[in-house]
């Protein structure tokens, strides 16, 4: 990227001070991690839980960086632009970065399967564009201006994840975005206790649309009930994704691959004529090929050739703790412990129950959930029960109600207050040839449980 410290100062409407022949100096990069400073970066100090930014302002400046945002003025040879709100400015500069490019914009959001889509379309065009995308699961108000200030001057399209948790935010972070065009994966019963039902969820999430280009495209999964709800969005009609016939793309003749993914005959009518294409997903879960499927239109709203889209399907990689297949010596993992909501851990039993060997869940607390906390998670634990899955640990206090739905299968069902006492009692439940899914809410840090297994297999 290329911005002069004088237009971080003007779009921030902060003050400056340094030196200030410095104000016609370009920075090369954002960070606010004071370990990932590059030569000519700006780094951005916030207050962390633990620890204040302000403090490595210094450290910051002699690993390269060529100008601080502060909000208050540090005691350091490093030049700074001084704030009310480092978030904020970071923002109000993210917003002024986008305005002076000429990338095209894909927002994606939805209640499940942001990141895995985001995987998905990045995979389908960067066979054929320049791509930035967000990093891992940075789809926040911080993660997002982030993402923004990333990409490059030569980068032709962004694909940028967006996730909320309250009303209002999304609005916020689609006028940074102002997406070109929208893909809405679902709406399902995440972040309750704030937006209170599905519908709330659908009111929250549509405010992506606040800001999208007036030629913008919208591209909706055609099987969620509430998404079938949106017929119309500021003149633009929007295109469908699913397994219904009635969707301008649909698929049909499944079949499952086990965890080496699925294939399929994806159906195009978008152009009113019934093309079919023979399409191989490399990852497993039904929930993939409507992945699949929304980078296909992504590709052809973008012009792309299909054959080049096909090829972008088959190469889609997993990133870690989504759906990330881990082999050791003694185990496989089903590394899905970044984040979790109902949905999308009764999608990963599925997948778990199309795995080889021993089939083995470690589920633990789902954040978030409201009122309903318990059903959801006593519907998680029926779910584990129908798939047939041979050994489950839930882990956690509201994942009691999990442990308690699942019993009465033909699998053990083992209940843990603390994910230490998992760690303790890995090795004694554990056996060769067995495939274990690690999933929880991201707050959980299953990730330990991931390692400690990986460790486990490869002795």
């Known amino acids: 990227m290329k911005l002069k410290i004088k237009e971080i100062l003007m779009a921030t409407e902060g003050s400056y001070e340094g030196d200030p022949q410095f104000l016609e100096e370009e920075i090369s990069s954002v960070t606010m991690d004071s370990r990932q400073v590059s030569k000519d970066a700006l780094y951005v100090a916030f207050f962390g839980e633990r620890v204040d930014g302000h403090d490595f302002v210094d450290a910051s400046y002699e690993k390269g960086a060529i100008c601080s945002l502060v909000e208050h003025a540090v005691d350091s040879k490093c030049p700074q632009i001084i704030v009310k709100n480092t978030g904020e400015a970071l923002c109000k500069l993210a917003t002024y970065y986008r305005r002076k490019l000429s990338v095209y914009v894909i927002g994606i959001t939805g209640s499940v399967g942001k990141?895995?889509?985001?995987?998905?379309?990045?995979?389908?065009?960067?066979?054929?564009?320049?791509?930035?995308?967000?990093?891992?699961?940075?789809?926040?108000?911080?993660?997002?201006?982030?993402?923004?200030?990333?990409?490059?001057?030569?980068?032709?399209?962004?694909v940028v994840e967006m996730g909320i948790d309250h009303f209002g935010e999304m609005h916020n972070e689609s006028s940074m975005v102002s997406p070109d065009l929208v893909i809405m994966t679902n709406i399902g019963s995440c972040h309750l206790e704030n937006l209170k039902d599905r519908d709330g969820v659908l009111k929250a999430k549509s405010e992506i649309f606040d800001f999208i280009a007036k030629d913008g495209v919208i591209l909706l999964n055609g099987d969620d009930d509430k998404l079938q709800t949106i017929h119309e969005v500021k003149g633009i009609i929007p295109k469908t994704f699913g397994m219904n016939p009635s969707c301008n793309v649909y698929a049909s003749d499944i079949e499952s691959l086990g965890l080496a993914g699925s294939k399929f005959i994806l159906h195009d009518q978008s152009d009113g004529e019934n093309q079919e294409l023979s399409i191989m997903v490399p990852v497993a879960g039904e929930h993939m090929i409507y992945n699949a499927m929304a980078g296909?239109?992504?590709?052809?709203?973008?012009?792309?050739?299909?054959?080049?889209?096909?090829?972008?399907?088959?190469?889609?990689?997993?990133?870690?703790?989504?759906?990330n297949q881990i082999e050791t010596k003694r185990y496989l993992i089903l590394d899905d412990c970044y984040n979790a909501n109902p949905m999308s851990m009764e999608a990963a039993l599925k997948v778990l129950a199309s795995a080889p060997g021993r089939k083995v869940a470690i589920l633990g607390d789902m954040f978030e959930l409201g009122a309903d906390e318990v059903k959801l998670h006593g519907q998680v634990g029926k779910a584990a029960k129908d798939c047939g899955i041979d050994l489950i640990f839930a882990v956690g206090n509201p994942s009691r109600e999990t442990a308690k739905e699942a019993l009465g299968g033909h699998g053990m069902v083992l209940y843990f207050e603390e994910m230490e006492s998992v760690l303790e009692n890995l090795e004694g439940f554990l056996r060769d040839g067995d495939t274990v899914l690690v999933k929880a809410s991201h707050g959980m840090g299953?990730?330990?449980?991931?390692?400690?297994?990986?460790?486990?297999g490869n002795r």
């Open 296 to 323: 296909y239109l992504a590709g052809r709203a973008m012009g792309m050739e299909k054959e080049l889209i096909v090829e972008g399907i088959s190469k889609m990689q997993t990133i870690s703790g989504r759906n």
């Open 446 to 456: 299953f990730s330990k449980i991931v390692d400690e297994i990986e460790k486990l």
């Open 115 to 158: 990141t895995s889509t985001k995987e998905m379309v990045a995979s389908v065009l960067s066979t054929k564009f320049s791509v930035c995308k967000t990093k891992g699961n940075f789809n926040n108000e911080i993660g997002i201006p982030l993402t923004l200030l990333s990409i490059k001057v030569e980068d032709q399209v962004a």
